[in-house]
């Protein structure tokens, strides 16, 4: 993911020696900044901020609560969010100001040439442009969402103008620029291009065309066969499942992949979003809850990082009331209550992105018949301490060229047109109802989400956001599972201007996106949405969604639902890769020589991964090994690493003598537990606890003073309580709304970024302990700073 890749190249550049110029003078003065509480960087180290701040906006009042949560009450809504951004840059500045670099190709400009790559890639997909595109659209077409966002900006920079800069600004030894409202597009383009960003068309066609069409088909089926779908077709109110033909083409595994060449295909497969990347929630109506009213659980699973990705918010501005959480460097609440209803998302997964190979001939492709010229434009990427590159921008009818060592690929992802999002999340927090969020739904085109909502009448409502698009070749619609044929026009998007605005025409309409209206339980785990159409290439491993669903039931059937039991489905660690495997693996393992022990120790256990566990850790080392028993072999044969590996569902199910040898999967099976066993006894970790910490939730600059506490917790990749050690990935924000009672959220780590702040890490613990915290709407805490409009 990409914040992944931003905290590999600033600790490779600050604390990489010879990587980055051949001396280590350069990183004995970057160690002697970072040296707490001494050095240079320390010296504008201070909580001397002013109380008092001049807003040509309105007045407005700046709180903290206990949590450490900003509390804002204003006049005008402009003078709100005026104190938004203030606030914002006050806990978060360094956060939003790398976020934005990032996204805009200028992290190797702080950071030196570990960065320089990254930078190449943003600045040929030019997600700058699309968020300029976006700004201009929104200034235009929603002045009611365009103000609050002019005002935000302000605020931003009335804090970086006025106040003491944040303690990384010091220790890299650069400013902040001025905040633009384009860096607000820009920002929800990288929240856009984090869950949607897949290069899963390219690295299939790469696997199909090293091992064969039949393993491509074997690694990645067209569809996960399961029984557990979002809208299952009972329990549900009206429901329309959409329209996107199951009958449209499928893929053509003849896909010429060497069109594209494995050079860029590698160095492309750095920047896509986390294959891990996941959500839960749930709805459950009044029909079974003890108070007759819904209740809204969401725990998004994003990247773990010190300061966490979210930015807890409670605002008040005459009748509305709204509280939940945000993106640094986003005005609204994106996940939250208000005073009318909660709501929540979870990625949806549909396929929003498509690529194009075309004849070429120098600077000229040739399109419908007749050559063009490449839009094309020269970029230079400043790179600290080390020479400068320059980036070539060329562009298509369909949008960005991807280039790499003379290879070319043409992309068309939604998020590079003008988008309405930013009016739609306004609008949610104004809602009054159910009507009202579902016509703000509309707006909300970029990106696809899994939208759960529920208001204190009683209604609820589950719909699938944003554009989906609807492609053809020769008048047949397709799936978008291919590398298209950019010359002859194949897989076009009706009506998509990139850089532009673009129509609905290509795309499914609203109407038709799978919804239900009024369901009485809906569970959405990034698993397939429906039984037939087509929406996506590459759903998750649908073990999470399958758990709640299996939990909803059976406590509906028990008896009426409260938010005690919606927290104890939240802290539900059964693994079902371990419920599914396990008695297999013990019927191949039982009576083998050396194995009593691993046997015993798996044979005992609940399939729980609990910090206690001793079969949970060696169950996790077993998955592991049986995945390169798998392919490993084939794959270092084929030249292909584990980013091409497959999803667990389908190592789970994979069986035959071209993945397990003429001795079969059980063999491997039993080998795999070896491996594991031996792992186990060499290592110091005695139960899973002791592996699984949050040790992987670490600063930027990894440094140990910068970073969480250590502490053990629960749950695995596929486990409703989530958290995956290895890519510090996990639940990002839980959260349960009832619509008759008190709502409680957590965060992993604390809603503020300042180093020296009591709320720095304060939520860390109840957090990996499955606890929670108020989610108030009181309005909290002793004034921290008081907003004065212009007399």
Not at 335 to 348: C, D, K, L, S, Y
Not at 354 to 376: A, L
Not at 555 to 574: C, F, P, R, S, Y
Not at 691 to 716: C, K, M, R
Request: with cysteine; proline share 5%; glycine share 10%.
């Amino acid at each position: 993911m990409d914040d992944d890749i931003t905290r590999r190249a600033l600790v490779g550049a600050i604390l990489g020696g010879t990587a980055v110029g051949g001396s280590l003078s350069p990183v004995r003065s970057y160690l002697r900044r970072f040296a707490p509480l001494s050095g240079s960087a320390w010296e504008s180290a201070t909580d001397d901020v002013n109380e008092s701040v001049e807003s040509e906006y309105g007045s407005a009042k700046l709180r903290y609560d206990e949590d450490g949560v900003p509390n804002i009450t204003a006049e005008t809504e402009t003078g709100l969010y005026f104190a938004v951004g203030y606030a914002q840059a006050r806990d978060r500045l360094f956060q939003l100001d790398l976020q934005r670099r990032l996204m805009r190709g200028q992290v190797a400009a702080v950071v030196g040439e570990l960065a320089a790559d990254s930078d190449e890639f943003h600045v040929q997909m030019d997600f700058a442009g699309a968020a300029d595109a976006t700004w201009d659209h929104i200034a235009d077409s929603e002045p009611e969402a365009a103000e609050p966002v002019r005002a935000f900006s302000a605020g931003v920079n009335a804090y970086i103008e006025n106040e003491p800069l944040p303690l990384e600004f010091g220790l890299l030894e650069y400013e902040p620029a001025r905040w633009t409202p384009e860096d607000t597009m820009l920002l929800e383009k990288q929240i856009s291009w984090t869950l949607t960003g897949s290069f899963l068309t390219l690295r299939r066609a790469k696997v199909a065309s090293a091992l064969g069409p039949d393993a491509a088909t074997d690694l990645y089926p067209e569809r996960l066969d399961h029984d557990s779908p979002i809208i299952r077709g009972k329990d549900e109110g009206k429901t329309n499942e959409g329209t996107t033909a199951n009958d449209i083409s499928r893929r053509n595994e003849a896909t010429d992949s060497e069109a594209v060449g494995a050079p860029l295909l590698d160095w492309l497969g750095g920047f896509e979003r986390d294959h891990g990347i996941g959500s839960n929630s749930w709805l459950v109506s009044g029909k079974h809850t003890k108070s007759g009213a819904p209740i809204v659980s969401n725990d998004p699973h994003l990247s773990l990082m010190a300061p966490p990705v979210w930015y807890e918010m409670n605002l008040e501005q005459g009748d509305m009331r709204v509280r939940g959480v945000t993106f640094p460097g986003v005005p609204f609440v994106v996940i939250g209550e208000n005073h009318a209803g909660a709501w929540g998302f979870t990625n949806a997964g549909a396929d929003v992105i498509d690529f194009y190979r075309y004849e070429t001939d120098g600077n000229r492709y040739r399109y419908d018949g007749e050559w063009r010229e490449f839009e094309t434009e020269e970029r230079e990427i400043e790179v600290a301490d080390g020479e400068n590159r320059t980036a070539t921008v060329r562009k298509t009818v369909h949008g960005p060229v991807l280039e790499r060592e003379g290879y070319r690929v043409g992309v068309a992802w939604t998020g590079h047109t003008a988008t309405n999002t930013t009016a739609a999340i306004r609008e949610y927090a104004r809602s009054d109802g159910v009507e009202d969020f579902r016509a703000a739904t509309r707006g909300f085109d970029e990106p696809t989400q899994n939208l759960i909502y529920a208001d204190r009448d009683g209604n609820t409502l589950y719909y699938v956001t944003g554009k989906i698009p609807r492609r053809t070749v020769d008048g047949e619609e397709v799936r978008g599972d291919r590398i298209f044929d950019g010359s002859a026009g194949e897989g076009e998007w009706k009506g998509f201007e990139p850089f532009g605005v673009s129509s609905w025409e290509g795309f499914v309409p609203f109407e038709d996106k799978p919804h239900v209206t009024d369901p009485d339980l809906i569970a959405t785990a990034n698993q397939r949405i429906t039984d037939d159409p087509y929406l996506s290439e590459g759903y998750s491993s649908p073990y999470r969604g399958q758990r709640i669903y299996e939990l909803l039931d059976e406590k509906a059937k028990a008896g009426a639902m409260d938010v005690k039991t919606i927290a104890e489905i939240q802290d539900d660690t059964l693994d079902k890769r371990a419920e599914t495997l396990v008695p297999t693996l013990l019927d191949a393992a039982g009576g083998a020589d050396g194995l009593e022990s691993a046997v015993q120790t798996l044979s005992r256990w609940n399939y729980r991964m609990e910090r206690d566990s001793e079969a949970a850790l060696l169950f996790v080392h077993w998955f592991d090994a049986f995945r390169e028993e798998a392919l490993s072999d084939a794959f270092d044969e084929a030249g292909l690493d584990e980013d091409y590996y497959p999803r667990d569902w389908v190592l789970a199910h994979l069986d035959g003598e071209r993945w397990f040898g003429s001795e079969g999967r059980q063999v491997a099976m039993v080998r795999a537990l070896r491996t594991a066993s031996e792992k186990v006894a060499e290592g110091d970790d005695e139960v899973y606890g002791d592996y699984n910490t949050t040790e992987a939730i670490t600063h930027p600059f990894d440094q140990s003073f910068l970073n969480y506490p250590v502490l053990p917790t629960d749950g695995s990749s596929h486990t409703v309580n989530n958290y995956r050690k290895d890519s510090a990935v996990g639940s990002s924000w839980r959260m349960i709304c009832p619509m008759g009672g008190d709502s409680k959220a957590i965060v992993p780590g604390g809603n503020s970024g300042d180093y020296f702040s009591d709320h720095y890490h304060d939520q860390l613990r109840r957090w990996a302990n499955t606890k929670y915290k108020p989610l108030s709407h009181e309005i909290r805490g002793d004034l921290a700073v008081e907003f004065g409009g212009d007399e």
